[in-house]
């Protein structure tokens, strides 16, 4: 006998269900179920999951949700029979999550007017007297309403029974067997009931009246449901599933309409913006290539008719310009000539060549894509701008879904086992997540201390299920939902943990698999610091804007040769500052290249030494036709984009543009791998009936084959390339402001504060201490005897407020305060403000020294009552402190300030002795390669690309320079408690020197924290 479950819940009902959605779809399949209803409570976060593995399958997909509400006892399942009432479902969950905190819902009976005669609904009863009168309010709202029965073979099943016989029989309204699925399979129950523990933030024996008494809420064989259920209710849930029809690939998205003005269409807008672009772009005249691009362009968007989507991304654009917020866009349709004239984009098409098919062709059924990168401080500006142009109902940011990871997954499955969190601490202490060639779950085995009879015995096996399930939802960086009507008849809406931030309840990857359009506002560091960096580059005569910013300057590009990229947008990582000595980068095109080369796909696929070599030498190789050059000429043979990639395929093997695309697909994705195995046989078959030979086609598809691993588009590299340039630009040419710019735009970018100060000072830039009488809040440039030196801002020190820091400058008088008594009277700071100021050294001109400063606080802020008005103690009768030493001070700015304009520490401890025999930074550069060395410096940086085969990269820090160190897996392994845990490292092993780039390969791991106990410095791991 055929049968439907009508009440499924999956782990999208966060910490209740146990099974994915795809899990229990293709249970259900296999169990050859009819249909199956995914019904997670208040949600549709995980139907689409559920819908797109279904898409393969015989099973029909119900989409439906569970309600509790507020004045109605029991559970109501609502499933949309249609379009209609799939918006009127998703409408209903919409209102009751906008007026709860995030995670909650609130509904009552009154509510469910928004799905009258909408929704198929059924209900389980609260099986006591009010069930009549609750019946009858039910079914004048739902007059095709069922009762809901099931058989959980728990303690009063039978009694359940005869209730529903009873009510169904007084109401007129039939039962339907149903399952209150919360696992495909019986064996997940106990991770059932630690995920109930879990939600209940109790242990499993504290939560045991909460948990399932058996395991009977699993998707039951069609056999076994006979035997329970009554005939009559199992052909019911057919019944009610053959009234559904509604497939979630029938949502459709439409366009904001309020862009386009009186008399136009949305074609002929977009021509005419685009017309007066054209003429801003090129005002000597449109090149005749660029112009039969643009025209392509747009025949090909009316044909598909995307006007309204570049329209939409345009008017954002637009007005963060007004506002003067720096935007940047990229993207595959980003970087099209007709997002070169409106604005959207600063990369000129006359420099780079991009494949339009790579984001837009007749074949591929869904929008182009477009990312828009604005100043990470402002990018809240334009939010809010969208959400008041279009309104909470039509806007929403998209979600991200929030998973277990192996350390979250320890935690809270130890806490429900009721293990003391101490003990998982220390358990988890010093594990290295990221080498899969020794596992996590191997390495806390050995530690010995998991007891194999108590119930830590099942913490390992319970947490390895519970890793990749979802624990809630949270906003995407900036992919916004913008609908024509209402967001929510497209998909629920419910508040962020932000306010002033609602997010509807798929991700990016839901919204891809439904072709729904997404516009990205993202935020980039590196445009607020290039802004900040040209205001003040702007007050000195230089460049006030990007367009000031001269092109291909020699200087610029002998700066990066020699790896001195050190806040560089995009470059300034070690494998980036590594390769930049080797590729030595001489115009924009080789930026280009600069950025996408260091990446797994092209690494992976033995793209980057062929592309070196060839680059040196290229006369050494041929191409294998006129073909093939004209799409690889520009990167020496070697693919190194997705494009490249694509236009190979096309010319090579006959691919048509919507074949491609589907290749681009496999090729690359942002978060899994690739598989292109199944274009293997058409590529290679395509390739060899075009006349080249078996083993260029192999060798160019395991060149392809990489990019599964993350193959970085050319589109992405050209847009990043311009603010490599114009950041490199500004470092070369005005270091001291390209620094102020860097330090008030924090947090940001790779490196701390401390580390680019060091590196600034050891560049030549003079930079002067935090001071009570000349810092802003905000550092600044000050004259100085050459060159402007960067005075460092009240921002920096810790503990101090940005009001109180913004007062002092405004209460400052012209000449400055007088003393401290004066500081305070004219401010009126807190002692806790004041005491953060002395620690800074901030009010040195005031009291010489820290302890000076601490000591005089301590004197009464009001004057003695015989003493005149604004009378203080003589200076020279004051008790006077000892300054503190060099080391003291030190401590004290890292403390305060997280860097210090002292001496370095290690030089500090250098002059101790401690660090004998151990070579500096700028040592390494006179010496040896192949010799034996010693080095010592602080963790500034550990790095495990996936593409390196466990190679860990360590960076470490004197008061020279960056110190290169990597470290093999078996070395890594044995030394892992240093490797991982030290701020101070000291490395023997050996100098290598290949092509400019130095690093030592280290044998010996010594953790030497204790020399700076004291010393807070952090280090950017595993990012």
Same mark, same amino acid.
């Given at each position: 006998?055929?049968?439907?479950?009508?009440?499924?819940?999956?782990?999208?009902?966060?910490?209740?269900?146990?099974?994915?959605?795809?899990?229990?779809?293709?249970?259900?399949?296999?169990?050859?179920?009819?249909?199956?209803?995914?019904?997670?409570?208040?949600?549709?976060?995980?139907?689409?999951?559920?819908?797109?593995?279904?898409?393969?399958?015989?099973?029909?997909?119900?989409?439906?949700?569970?309600?509790?509400?507020?004045?109605?006892?029991?559970?109501?399942?609502?499933?949309?029979?249609?379009?209609?009432?799939?918006?009127?479902?998703?409408?209903?969950?919409?209102?009751?999550?906008?007026?709860?905190?995030?995670?909650?819902?609130?509904?009552?009976?009154?509510?469910?007017?928004?799905?009258?005669?909408?929704?198929?609904?059924?209900?389980?009863?609260?099986?006591?007297?009010?069930?009549?009168?609750?019946?009858?309010?039910?079914?004048?709202?739902?007059?095709?309403?069922?009762?809901?029965?099931?058989?959980?073979?728990?303690?009063?099943?039978?009694?359940?029974?005869?209730?529903?016989?009873?009510?169904?029989?007084?109401?007129?309204?039939?039962?339907?067997?149903?399952?209150?699925?919360?696992?495909?399979?019986?064996?997940?129950?106990?991770?059932?009931?630690?995920?109930?523990?879990?939600?209940?933030?109790?242990?499993?024996?504290?939560?045991?009246?909460?948990?399932?008494?058996?395991?009977?809420?699993?998707?039951?064989?069609?056999?076994?449901?006979?035997?329970?259920?009554?005939?009559?209710?199992?052909?019911?849930?057919?019944?009610?599933?053959?009234?559904?029809?509604?497939?979630?690939?029938?949502?459709?998205?439409?366009?904001?309409?309020?862009?386009?003005?009186?008399?136009?269409?949305?074609?002929?807008?977009?021509?005419?913006?685009?017309?007066?672009?054209?003429?801003?772009?090129?005002?000597?005249?449109?090149?005749?290539?660029?112009?039969?691009?643009?025209?392509?362009?747009?025949?090909?968007?009316?044909?598909?008719?995307?006007?309204?989507?570049?329209?939409?991304?345009?008017?954002?654009?637009?007005?963060?310009?007004?506002?003067?917020?720096?935007?940047?866009?990229?993207?595959?349709?980003?970087?099209?000539?007709?997002?070169?004239?409106?604005?959207?984009?600063?990369?000129?098409?006359?420099?780079?060549?991009?494949?339009?098919?790579?984001?837009?062709? $007749?074949?591929?059924?869904?929008?182009?894509?477009?990312?828009?990168?604005?100043?990470?401080?402002?990018?809240?500006?334009?939010?809010?701008?969208?959400?008041?142009?279009?309104?909470?109902?039509?806007?929403?940011?998209?979600?991200?879904?929030?998973?277990?990871?192996?350390?979250?997954?320890?935690?809270?499955?130890?806490?429900?086992?009721?293990?003391?969190?101490?003990?998982?601490?220390?358990?988890?202490?010093?594990?290295?997540?990221?080498?899969?060639?020794?596992?996590?779950?191997?390495?806390?085995?050995?530690?010995?201390?998991?007891?194999?009879?108590?119930?830590?015995?099942?913490?390992?096996?319970?947490?390895?299920?519970?890793?990749?399930?979802?624990?809630?939802?949270?906003?995407?960086?900036?992919?916004?939902?913008?609908?024509?009507?209402?967001?929510?008849?497209?998909?629920? !809406?419910?508040?962020?943990?932000?306010?002033?931030?609602?997010?509807?309840?798929?991700?990016?990857?839901?919204?891809?698999?439904?072709?729904?359009?997404?516009?990205?506002?993202?935020?980039?560091?590196?445009?607020?610091?290039?802004?900040?960096?040209?205001?003040?580059?702007?007050?000195?005569?230089?460049?006030?804007?990007?367009?000031?910013?001269?092109?291909?300057?020699?200087?610029?590009?002998?700066?990066?040769?020699?790896?001195?990229?050190?806040?560089?947008?995009?470059?300034?990582?070690?494998? @980036?500052?590594?390769?930049?000595?080797?590729?030595?980068?001489?115009?924009?095109?080789?930026?280009?290249?600069?950025?996408?080369?260091?990446?797994?796909?092209?690494?992976?696929?033995?793209?980057?030494?062929?592309?070196? $070599?060839?680059?040196?030498?290229?006369?050494?190789?041929?191409?294998?036709?006129?073909?093939?050059?004209?799409?690889?000429?520009?990167?020496?043979?070697?693919?190194?984009?997705?494009?490249?990639?694509?236009?190979?395929?096309?010319?090579?093997?006959?691919?048509?543009?919507?074949?491609?695309?589907?290749?681009?697909?496999?090729?690359?994705?942002?978060?899994?791998?690739?598989?292109?195995?199944?274009?293997?046989?058409?590529?290679?078959?395509?390739?060899?009936?075009?006349?080249?030979?078996?083993?260029?086609?192999?060798?160019?598809?395991?060149?392809?084959?990489?990019?599964?691993?993350?193959?970085?588009?050319?589109?992405?590299?050209?847009?990043?390339?311009?603010?490599?340039?114009?950041?490199?630009?500004?470092?070369?040419?005005?270091?001291?402001?390209?620094?102020?710019?860097?330090?008030?735009?924090?947090?940001?970018?790779?490196?701390?504060?401390?580390?680019?100060?060091?590196?600034?000072?050891?560049?030549?830039?003079?930079?002067?201490?935090?001071?009570?009488?000349?810092?802003?809040?905000?550092?600044?440039?000050?004259?100085?005897?050459?060159?402007?030196?960067?005075?460092?801002?009240?921002?920096?020190?810790?503990?101090?407020?940005?009001?109180?820091?913004?007062?002092?400058?405004?209460?400052?008088?012209?000449?400055?305060?007088?003393?401290?008594?004066?500081?305070?009277?004219?401010?009126?700071?807190?002692?806790?403000?004041?005491?953060?100021?002395?620690?800074?050294?901030?009010?040195?001109?005031?009291?010489?020294?820290?302890? @000076?400063?601490?000591?005089?606080?301590?004197?009464?802020?009001?004057?003695?009552?015989?003493?005149?008005?604004?009378?203080?103690?003589?200076?020279?009768?004051?008790?006077?402190?000892?300054?503190?030493?060099?080391? @003291?001070?030190?401590?004290?700015?890292?403390?305060?300030?997280?860097?210090?304009?002292?001496?370095?520490?290690?030089?500090?401890?250098?002059?101790?002795?401690?660090?004998?025999?151990?070579?500096?930074?700028?040592?390494?550069?006179?010496?040896?390669?192949?010799?034996?060395?010693?080095?010592?410096?602080?963790?500034?940086?550990?790095?495990?690309?996936?593409?390196?085969?466990?190679?860990?990269? !360590?960076?470490?820090?004197?008061?020279?320079?960056?110190?290169?160190?990597?470290?093999?897996?078996?070395?890594?392994?044995?030394?892992?408690?240093?490797?991982?845990?030290?701020?101070?490292?000291?490395?023997?092993?050996?100098?290598?020197?290949?092509?400019? !780039?130095?690093?030592?390969?280290?044998?010996?791991?010594?953790?030497?924290?204790?020399?700076?106990?004291?010393?807070?410095?952090?280090?950017?791991?595993?990012?």
């Amino acid at each position: 006998m055929d049968y439907a479950e009508l009440h499924c819940i999956s782990n999208f009902s966060f910490l209740r269900g146990a099974s994915h959605p795809e899990e229990l779809v293709e249970e259900a399949d296999r169990l050859g179920y009819h249909a199956l209803a995914l019904t997670d409570e208040c949600s549709l976060a995980g139907v689409v999951r559920a819908h797109a593995r279904a898409r393969s399958l015989a099973l029909t997909l119900l989409v439906g949700s569970e309600f509790r509400l507020q004045d109605l006892p029991g559970t109501l399942i609502l499933i949309a029979p249609d379009r209609q009432g799939y918006a009127a479902l998703s409408q209903l969950i919409t209102r009751g999550r906008r007026r709860s905190d995030k995670g909650h819902y609130q509904l009552w009976f009154d509510d469910l007017g928004l799905c009258r005669d909408q929704c198929l609904a059924l209900w389980r009863p609260g099986f006591n007297r009010a069930d009549n009168e609750h019946g009858r309010r039910l079914m004048a709202l739902f007059p095709a309403l069922r009762l809901m029965a099931e058989r959980p073979l728990a303690q009063g099943d039978h009694q359940r029974r005869h209730w529903l016989e009873q009510l169904s029989a007084r109401l007129g309204c039939p039962v339907v067997a149903t399952g209150n699925v919360l696992m495909h399979r019986r064996r997940r129950k106990p991770l059932q009931d630690l995920v109930t523990a879990i939600r209940l933030g109790r242990s499993l024996p504290e939560a045991a009246d909460h948990l399932q008494s058996n395991a009977e809420a699993y998707l039951r064989p069609r056999e076994r449901l006979e035997r329970l259920f009554p005939e009559a209710w199992i052909k019911e849930s057919l019944n009610l599933a053959r009234q559904c029809d509604f497939s979630m690939d029938e949502l459709r998205y439409e366009y904001p309409g309020e862009l386009v003005p009186e008399g136009h269409t949305p074609t002929s807008w977009l021509r005419e913006l685009v017309e007066k672009g054209r003429h801003w772009r090129f005002p000597e005249g449109v090149p005749e290539t660029i112009d039969r691009q643009l025209d392509h362009e747009l025949e090909l968007i009316e044909t598909l008719a995307y006007e309204p989507f570049f329209l939409t991304i345009h008017d954002v654009v637009r007005f963060a310009r007004e506002q003067g917020i720096l935007c940047q866009g990229r993207g595959s349709a980003a970087n099209s000539v007709v997002c070169y004239c409106l604005g959207i984009t600063e990369v000129d098409p006359r420099r780079i060549n991009l494949l339009l098919e790579r984001f837009i062709s $007749k074949e591929r059924d869904e929008p182009p894509d477009i990312d828009v990168d604005f100043e990470h401080e402002r990018r809240e500006e334009v939010i809010q701008y969208i959400y008041g142009k279009y309104g909470r109902e039509r806007a929403a940011l998209a979600a991200t879904v929030i998973c277990y990871r192996p350390r979250s997954a320890l935690r809270d499955a130890g806490k429900a086992l009721g293990l003391d969190p101490m003990h998982i601490e220390q358990l988890i202490q010093g594990i290295d997540w990221r080498d899969s060639g020794d596992d996590w779950e191997q390495q806390l085995r050995r530690k010995e201390l998991l007891d194999e009879q108590g119930p830590a015995r099942h913490l390992l096996p319970l947490a390895r299920e519970l890793i990749g399930f979802p624990r809630h939802l949270s906003q995407h960086v900036g992919g916004f939902v913008i609908a024509s009507e209402r967001v929510a008849d497209l998909v629920p !809406v419910e508040n962020a943990a932000m306010a002033g931030r609602t997010v509807i309840q798929w991700d990016k990857d839901d919204l891809e698999a439904l072709g729904l359009l997404k516009v990205d506002v993202l935020s980039l560091g590196m445009l607020t610091a290039i802004r900040k960096t040209l205001a003040l580059v702007g007050e000195r005569s230089g460049p006030a804007s990007l367009a000031d910013v001269p092109p291909e300057c020699p200087e610029v590009y002998r700066m990066l040769q020699k790896g001195h990229s050190m806040g560089v947008f995009q470059v300034e990582s070690r494998a @980036q500052m590594s390769m930049l000595p080797r590729l030595k980068p001489d115009n924009y095109y080789d930026l280009v290249v600069q950025v996408a080369i260091v990446r797994p796909g092209p690494i992976q696929g033995n793209m980057v030494h062929p592309y070196l $070599k060839r680059r040196k030498a290229p006369e050494s190789f041929e191409y294998a036709d006129e073909r093939i050059e004209e799409v690889l000429k520009a990167t020496f043979g070697v693919p190194i984009f997705q494009e490249q990639a694509i236009r190979v395929a096309m010319v090579a093997a006959n691919f048509s543009a919507g074949e491609a695309d589907q290749l681009r697909r496999a090729m690359a994705a942002w978060k899994h791998h690739g598989d292109l195995s199944r274009f293997r046989d058409k590529l290679i078959d395509g390739m060899k009936s075009n006349g080249y030979s078996t083993e260029f086609a192999e060798n160019l598809y395991q060149q392809m084959k990489g990019f599964g691993g993350y193959g970085f588009p050319e589109s992405h590299a050209a847009s990043f390339a311009l603010l490599v340039y114009v950041s490199a630009w500004l470092k070369c040419h005005h270091p001291a402001a390209f620094l102020c710019g860097l330090l008030n735009s924090q947090p940001m970018g790779f490196y701390s504060p401390y580390q680019l100060v060091q590196n600034a000072r050891r560049e030549g830039v003079e930079v002067r201490p935090v001071d009570i009488n000349r810092s802003l809040e905000s550092h600044q440039l000050e004259d100085g005897s050459k060159a402007p030196a960067v005075r460092l801002g009240l921002r920096l020190i810790d503990n101090l407020t940005r009001e109180a820091a913004l007062r002092v400058v405004e209460c400052r008088p012209k000449g400055g305060y007088a003393s401290l008594q004066d500081l305070r009277r004219r401010t009126g700071l807190g002692s806790t403000d004041l005491e953060a100021l002395a620690a800074s050294g901030a009010l040195q001109p005031l009291s010489d020294n820290r302890h @000076q400063a601490r000591w005089d606080l301590l004197e009464p802020d009001h004057p003695l009552p015989l003493a005149g008005e604004g009378a203080q103690p003589p200076r020279d009768s004051r008790s006077r402190m000892p300054a503190p030493d060099e080391t @003291q001070r030190t401590l004290e700015d890292y403390t305060s300030l997280g860097l210090t304009l002292e001496r370095h520490p290690l030089a500090q401890l250098r002059d101790r002795g401690q660090l004998r025999h151990c070579l500096r930074a700028v040592d390494l550069e006179s010496a040896e390669s192949s010799r034996p060395v010693a080095v010592s410096g602080l963790v500034t940086g550990r790095q495990r690309p996936g593409s390196a085969a466990g190679v860990t990269f !360590v960076t470490l820090e004197d008061e020279t320079g960056n110190i290169n160190v990597i470290v093999w897996r078996d070395t890594a392994r044995c030394q892992r408690r240093p490797l991982l845990n030290a701020r101070l490292l000291q490395v023997r092993g050996t100098l290598e020197r290949h092509e400019g !780039v130095i690093h030592v390969l280290a044998g010996r791991l010594d953790d030497l924290s204790h020399l700076i106990d004291r010393l807070s410095v952090r280090s950017r791991d595993f990012q």
